[in-house]
T-cell receptor, first 114, second 113 residues
Framework: DADVTQTPRNRITKTGKRIMLECSQT?????MYWYRQDPGLGLRLIYY???????NKGEISDGYSVSRQAQAKFSLSLESAIPNQTALYFC?????????????FGPGTRLTVT | KNQVEQSPQSLIILEGKNCTLQ??????????LRWYKQDTGRGPVSLTI?????NTKSNGRYTATLDADTKQSSLHITASQLSDSASYIC????????????FGRGTSLIVHP
């Protein structure tokens, strides 16, 4: 089984709807991240969490919220989806130990807001 | 502001040829630099990591170089294969603080038969 899983993998929703993207990991890592990827813009950080009690905004957090339900679970919510939130969303994890901080990415969720 | 710039934005080469991708960064103080490979529709996967004291590191047909003085890195791909078609992302982490990495926008490589 994959170390970092995301559900759903694809989602089409309408403007104004609330939607939740879920991420689970079996790597035992403390840190988890949510990114969005748009063509030509690369990966941009939405939120990150260093542990269950620590949540931090990234560079593009407006319109999003997150919940760290457990060490292994980190959810991203769009309270009222809008078309410019159409993008590919990635969850990632990394380990606090050592200096390498390699990030392990999930397979992505393709979200379309119509 | 920490920034990572990659060039070229896209590249098309023939199978079997070599190519070099470039990464310039302004992240300071420097901790490490990673190159990730992202296949279409998938999450990025780490190819190499380089710290301040390392100049060259290889991973099969991939060789990364780092010049910490000029804040430049390159990724050289030797004898390209069709499976090398992907986006290659340069990611730089700063030392101290939260260690949140800064991502480049990537170079899209297409290898034609």
């Amino acid at each position: 089984d994959a170390d970092v899983t995301q559900t759903p993998r694809n989602r089409i929703t309408k403007t104004g709807k609330r939607i939740m993207l879920e991420c689970s990991q079996t790597k035992g890592h403390d840190r988890m991240y949510w990114y969005r990827q748009d063509p030509g813009l690369g990966l941009r950080l939405i939120y990150y969490s260093f542990d269950v009690k620590d949540i931090n905004k990234g560079e593009i957090s407006d319109g999003y919220s997150v919940s760290r339900q457990a060490q292994a679970k980190f959810s991203l919510s769009l309270e009222s989806a809008i078309p410019n939130q159409t993008a590919l969303y990635f969850c990632a994890t990394s380990d606090l130990r050592g200096i390498s901080y390699e990030q392990y990415f999930g397979p992505g969720t393709r979200l379309t807001v119509t | 502001k920490n920034q990572v710039e990659q060039s070229p934005q896209s590249l098309i080469i023939l199978e079997g040829k070599n190519c070099t991708l470039q990464c310039n960064y302004t992240v300071s103080p420097f901790s490490n630099l990673r190159w990730y490979k992202q296949d279409t529709g998938r999450g990025p996967v780490s190819l190499t990591i380089m710290t301040f004291s390392e100049n060259t590191k290889s991973n099969g047909r991939y060789t990364a170089t780092l010049d910490a003085d000029t804040k430049q890195s390159s990724l050289h791909i030797t004898a390209s294969q069709l499976s090398d078609s992907a986006s290659y992302i340069c990611v730089v982490s700063a030392a101290g603080g939260s260690y949140i990495p800064t991502f480049g926008r990537g170079t899209s490589l297409i290898v034609h038969p």
